[in-house]
């Protein structure tokens, strides 16, 4: 993203953060909305409409039978990591119907947060074939609800089939450090592959 961050106290002139756009992604009902709420340092926007009657037979709502809303664009928030980098976060919609504006929001993002529940994870598979299609460099944070089975970041790993290189994390999407601890990681793993020097053969 084209956006600036200036710190007008710093001594010699303005200092220039950079800005960073990241995606919070996932299957209905995963918790994007809740990690977006819970991290975000200004009010989130949200898009979030009363799921009707209208839904029957079109949204999945297996798992989630007691959600009453859904994202029908996205969720908005900033995070300042330090005073160097600040985080634009952008939540998808979770419901099959809304996909159509994953690709619009996917412009200009470095990095994707791929939110898991183990209570249906093969609802994460989209999703990871999402972004593993466009090349886009995400990681996969089990939201660990008081009732999901508790699974092993190796065994999210393989039962996602995921890349060695693909980190996965558990949290609490409703914990603000848990979430930043995500997108801190997110970031690392960033600016790891962007730094990492091809071995040559």
């Given at each position: 993203?084209a956006?600036?961050n200036?710190?007008?106290?710093?001594?010699?002139?303005p200092?220039?953060?950079?800005s960073?756009?990241?995606?919070?992604?996932?299957?209905?009902?995963?918790?994007?909305?809740?990690m977006?709420?819970?991290?975000?340092?200004?009010?989130?926007l949200?898009t979030?409409?009363?799921?009707?009657?209208?839904?029957?037979?079109?949204?999945?709502?297996?798992g989630?039978?007691g959600?009453?809303?859904?994202?029908v664009a996205?969720?908005f928030?900033?995070?300042?990591i330090?005073?160097?980098l600040?985080?634009?976060?952008?939540?998808?919609p979770g419901?099959d119907?809304f996909?159509?504006?994953?690709?619009e929001l996917?412009?200009g993002?470095?990095?994707a947060?791929?939110?898991?529940?183990?209570?249906?994870?093969?609802?994460?598979?989209?999703?990871?074939d999402?972004f593993e299609r466009?090349g886009?460099p995400?990681l996969?944070?089990?939201n660990c609800?008081?009732?999901?089975?508790r699974?092993?970041e190796?065994e999210?790993?393989?039962?996602?089939?995921?890349?060695l290189t693909t980190?996965?994390?558990?949290?609490d999407?409703r914990d603000?450090?848990?979430?930043?601890a995500?997108?801190?990681?997110l970031?690392?793993?960033?600016?790891d592959?962007?730094?990492?020097t091809?071995?040559r053969t």
């Amino acid at each position: 993203m084209a956006s600036e961050n200036f710190d007008q106290t710093s001594p010699g002139g303005p200092h220039l953060a950079a800005s960073v756009k990241i995606l919070i992604a996932g299957g209905f009902g995963v918790g994007k909305t809740t990690m977006v709420s819970s991290i975000s340092e200004i009010a989130p926007l949200r898009t979030e409409e009363l799921i009707t009657e209208v839904s029957t037979g079109v949204d999945d709502l297996s798992g989630v039978e007691g959600k009453s809303t859904t994202t029908v664009a996205l969720d908005f928030g900033r995070i300042t990591i330090d005073r160097d980098l600040v985080l634009y976060l952008f939540g998808t919609p979770g419901q099959d119907r809304f996909w159509f504006l994953w690709d619009e929001l996917c412009r200009g993002a470095l990095g994707a947060i791929v939110i898991a529940d183990t209570r249906r994870l093969s609802n994460s598979f989209a999703a990871v074939d999402f972004f593993e299609r466009r090349g886009l460099p995400f990681l996969i944070a089990v939201n660990c609800f008081d009732d999901a089975p508790r699974y092993t970041e190796a065994e999210v790993r393989d039962a996602l089939d995921l890349d060695l290189t693909t980190p996965v994390m558990l949290c609490d999407a409703r914990d603000r450090p848990s979430s930043k601890a995500v997108l801190t990681h997110l970031v690392e793993y960033l600016i790891d592959r962007a730094t990492r020097t091809p071995v040559r053969t």
